[in-house]
């Protein structure tokens, strides 16, 4: 399995009109590349995990986990409620 992060910014210099540091994003092509080929968001901040059979994600903190592959998401959401394998 391979595992990738992303998120958090580093310094421009620069405020908002709140004087706020502005961050550039930290952000993989991988990303922009996954969510063109599944049509999804997958926001700001998170990991991707690719394995064999597919590529899940979690968002900040791990939260809002999923996989990208429709029809595998289907089945995974189905675990998540009812705690039970899908086959």
């Avoid at 210099?13 to 599944?38: A, F």
């Amino acid at each position: 399995m391979k595992v990738h992060g992303w998120g958090g910014g580093k310094p421009t210099g620069k405020t908002n009109k709140k004087g706020r540091p502005i961050l550039q994003q930290r952000r993989s092509p991988l990303v922009d590349e996954l969510e063109r080929k599944h049509n999804r968001r997958l926001g700001n901040c998170g990991t991707i995990y690719i394995g064999e059979k597919g590529t899940m994600y979690t968002s900040t903190y791990g939260s809002g986990a999923g996989i990208l592959e429709k029809e595998l998401n289907e089945a995974f959401k189905k675990i998540a409620v009812y705690g039970v394998p899908v086959k």
